[in-house]
C-alpha cells in the first residue's frame, strides 16, 4: 500500500478508554506525595493513592494492575530517562550505559524519599521482582547486546563470558552508588572503569596496537 493510500484509508477508532497523561501523572504525584509524608510502602494502599491523588480506584487499576506494578513506573519517572547509545563503538556505549548508572546514584544521594523507597523495595519480594523484571533486566539485556556487539566486531575476545564480564563493567558503579554512598562519583568515572575493564578484555592484537 502506498503512502497515498495510507493518508485516505480511514482509521479505525481506538479500542478502550484513552490514557490521560494528566490523570497518570497525578496518581504518580499522588504516590511520591504519600512517601515524601512518611508513609511507609507497606501501607500505601490503592484505596489511599486515589484518595490522594484525587480518582477513582478503578481509574488506578485501569492503568495498574496492582500497587507493585504502579511502584516501578513511580521509580522509573523519579529516574533519569534510559539513555540513548551513540552506537560508534562498544566502548563508547558502555561508558553511556555506566554514565547513567552514575547519573541514578548521585540523583539517589540527593534524594532521601528515593533512598528510603530502594530500601523498604528491598524488604518486599513482590515490588522488587517487579522493579527487576521492568527495569533492571532490561538494562543489562540492553548491556548484553552491546557486549554481544562488541565481541561479534572483535572488540572483546571471544573467549569472553558475556555475563561476567557485564558484571566487571558494571559491579564497580554499583559499589559506588550502593554500597558505598561515601564513594566519589566523579564526571569521569564511567570512563576509567570502562577503559580498566577492557585493558584485561581486549584481544591481544587491540591491547598491543
Same mark, same amino acid.
Given at each position: 500500500?502506498?503512502?497515498?493510500?495510507?493518508?485516505?484509508?480511514?482509521?479505525?477508532?481506538?479500542?478502550?478508554?484513552?490514557?490521560?497523561?494528566?490523570?497518570?501523572?497525578?496518581?504518580?504525584?499522588?504516590?511520591?506525595?504519600?512517601?515524601?509524608?512518611?508513609?511507609?510502602?507497606?501501607?500505601?494502599?490503592?484505596?489511599?493513592?486515589?484518595?490522594?491523588?484525587?480518582?477513582?480506584?478503578?481509574?488506578?487499576?485501569?492503568?495498574?494492575?496492582?500497587?507493585?506494578?504502579?511502584?516501578?513506573?513511580?521509580?522509573?519517572?523519579?529516574?533519569? $530517562? =534510559?539513555? @540513548? !547509545? /551513540?552506537?560508534?563503538?562498544?566502548?563508547?556505549?558502555?561508558?553511556?550505559? &555506566?554514565?547513567? #548508572? %552514575?547519573?541514578?546514584?548521585?540523583?539517589?544521594?540527593?534524594?532521601?524519599?528515593?533512598?528510603?523507597?530502594?530500601?523498604?523495595?528491598?524488604?518486599?519480594?513482590?515490588?522488587?521482582?517487579?522493579?527487576?523484571?521492568?527495569?533492571?533486566?532490561?538494562?543489562?539485556?540492553?548491556?548484553?547486546?552491546?557486549?554481544?556487539?562488541?565481541?561479534?566486531?572483535?572488540?572483546?575476545?571471544?573467549?569472553?563470558?558475556?555475563?561476567?564480564?557485564?558484571?566487571?563493567?558494571?559491579?564497580?558503579?554499583?559499589?559506588?552508588?550502593?554500597?558505598? $554512598? =561515601?564513594? @566519589? !562519583? /566523579?564526571?569521569?568515572?564511567?570512563?576509567?572503569?570502562?577503559?580498566?575493564? &577492557?585493558?584485561? #578484555? %581486549?584481544?591481544?592484537?587491540?591491547?598491543?596496537?
Amino acid at each position: 500500500m502506498s503512502l497515498a493510500d495510507s493518508r485516505t484509508r480511514p482509521v479505525a477508532p481506538a479500542r478502550g478508554r484513552p490514557r490521560s497523561e494528566a490523570v497518570e501523572h497525578a496518581i504518580l504525584e499522588g504516590v511520591m506525595k504519600l512517601l515524601e509524608e512518611g508513609v511507609p510502602l507497606a501501607e500505601v494502599s490503592i484505596e489511599r493513592v486515589a484518595r490522594t491523588a484525587g480518582v477513582g480506584k478503578a481509574t488506578i487499576y485501569r492503568r495498574w494492575s496492582g500497587k507493585e506494578e504502579l511502584f516501578v513506573d513511580v521509580l522509573r519517572a523519579a529516574e533519569p $530517562p =534510559d539513555p @540513548e !547509545l /551513540p552506537g560508534t563503538s562498544m566502548r563508547d556505549d558502555l561508558v553511556v550505559l &555506566l554514565e547513567s #548508572l %552514575r547519573q541514578r546514584g548521585l540523583r539517589s544521594r540527593t534524594s532521601a524519599i528515593l533512598h528510603n523507597v530502594y530500601v523498604q523495595m528491598k524488604s518486599s519480594p513482590k515490588i522488587w521482582a517487579a522493579y527487576h523484571a521492568g527495569v533492571v533486566a532490561p538494562r543489562r539485556a540492553l548491556a548484553l547486546q552491546v557486549l554481544r556487539r562488541g565481541q561479534e566486531n572483535g572488540e572483546l575476545r571471544p573467549d569472553i563470558d558475556l555475563e561476567l564480564a557485564n558484571d566487571l563493567f558494571s559491579g564497580p558503579m554499583l559499589v559506588r552508588t550502593i554500597m558505598r $554512598p =561515601d564513594g @566519589e !562519583l /566523579p564526571e569521569d568515572l564511567a570512563e576509567r572503569i570502562v577503559d580498566t575493564v &577492557l585493558a584485561g #578484555l %581486549r584481544p591481544v592484537s587491540s591491547t598491543a596496537s
